[in-house]
């Protein structure tokens, strides 16, 4: 594949990694193997260097996220790294008043409820995203050949948050602004596709080589819900980074329900969460797309016998994929034995197959 | 249908009622309506008798748990109660140190980890269930010709609270144990799935007209892992009491990727969560089962005409099955207002149409 001369440098620089070419459905060694939370309190360095420092001030620390970021790479030998940030990263530089509770999570002073309220969102500009941008040079500038990858919230989930004012199981105050206030949910999860596609293509430009679009909190709808409400705006956050030409993740936690509708949301990858095995994916979806996952993240907390098991059995059921980037199937739990992790990166490269690729 | 001469007089005398004939796919006037959690912190009278009463002293003093199974049937004039009870009741009348912690859940004293804890589970017998046969017979003479439905949670679920030593999310030392030590695992659920079979089995004996079982957290288990270690204990216990007659209703929450198992199990009728409308479960579900569900909890958060509409859109998507229950797809959340409750029972009651029926 010859990339078009218009795309920046790094796309180039990073073409032939291993990520970029299984999630473009190229031949590989083996597949690339990442993990979802990979930076953060399963490492000791990870606690060592956040002690005492607020969650957000973190992400917005150039060097601190870098540093994080660059983390798991050193200790683990992944493939890949992903960019250290929250999913409300980018209200809080837009200005939304929020801060990450220990224990709780996203806490928003002042819920969104009245149409009134999606003033407080301003058209987003990359100026917000300064921080950002500088982590983002600062960890590509360290990583060397290992592609750096971007990462958003979705507008649903990002909308949840300022909806409930937290986390919320039921949603229940995000879904009866959805079917009684139509109009202002549309209005919100527009402002929030620009917002987080805004804050994709910053990374991009600072040097990310791949992305992924989190919808934590979507698998709570239904189908019908979903395609009416949530899939145009997350349609729209892939097609305003299309041009940048970097290959873009889409994944949802418990939304199996929803996987055919998210694989054709406008991305090149759907990652699969750990409750649908990769080969009971249906086979519509798996021959579109490359797909990413999906241990089960419980397993990094048995031993290195049962994990050299599972990875191996995750590697099989990857090889009937058109491209497979192995990960988990949610993000590392938080008591996860750092050890463990690297053993599962160990058996990925141990007993992972090469792949033929079709692009 | 005529009833074999050995069934017990009450199954006879709810027989012709809307709650057991849907559950039997036979005619209907209407669909019959229940909720899960009808009874419970929604209802101001439930808040004033159980001030101050733990929730495992409530659910084990028979005229208070009779009290309270009767309130939401007052009140709003659903088609069915259910008996008032927990999740982990028949342990704690096994004998194992639980307490339900407001604000938390279900929080186990001394989590079971080694094969040695299977000794604390004895042997099920009718006399360990005294109390809440006491308060069916108490609820069954006060319901006239509503039915009863006996309630218990599922082997899955229970073992969850057990190993976990409380909720979770996750379900990491679960399904560490379900993949290091399956025969533990195995043991352990066998002991559960006779223990909830016994606690049904009193239930029904003491005057209950249908019985659900419900697996909670199942829904974090991919269908394999389902299918070797849950599966076969869940199926034991459909087995045990098919012999008493009465209807049998199988629910998960979040589990539409297991719902062909789930369907299979041995029960009659499958509840549905508000995932996966209705009338996009597979067909070879519809076929096979009466569908219980699925409007979704949050919808009675809103106002009289939303929940309207959706009792309607509910309705219509009902009217396709073979035999529908309607129901929520989870349970009331404690901050409904009760009169939303009530006025989603009168649009069933004005809206329901009849149902031909198929047996």
Redesign the interface.
Known sequence: MTLPPEHPWWVADTANSRLVRAMRAQSVDRPPVWFMRQAGRSLPEYREVRAGIPMLDTCLDPSLAAEITLQPVRRHGVDAAIFFSDIVVPVKCAGVDVVITPGVGPVVADPFAEVTDLDRLPQPAPEMFDAVAEGVRQTVAQLGSTPLIGFAGAPFTVASYLIEGGPSR????T??MM??QPEMFAGLLGKLADLASEFLRVQITAGASAMQLFDSWV??????LYRQHVLPHTMRVFEQVADLGVPRVHFGV?A??LASDMAGAGCDVLGVD????LD?VPTAIRSQLPLQGNL????L???AD?IEA?VRRVLAAGRALRGHVFNLG?GV?P?TPADNVTAAVRAVQEFGESFEGVA
Chains 1, 2 share one sequence.
């Not at 039921?170 to 105050?173: I, R």
């Not at 089960?296 to 397993?299: F, G, Q, R, S, T």
């Open positions: 039921d949603l229940p105050k879904k009866a079917i009684r698998g709570a709808l239904p189908a019908r418990g199996n329900h750990f409750r649908v095995d009971a089960d993240p419980a397993v907390l048995t031993d049962t599972e949610h739990l008591d």
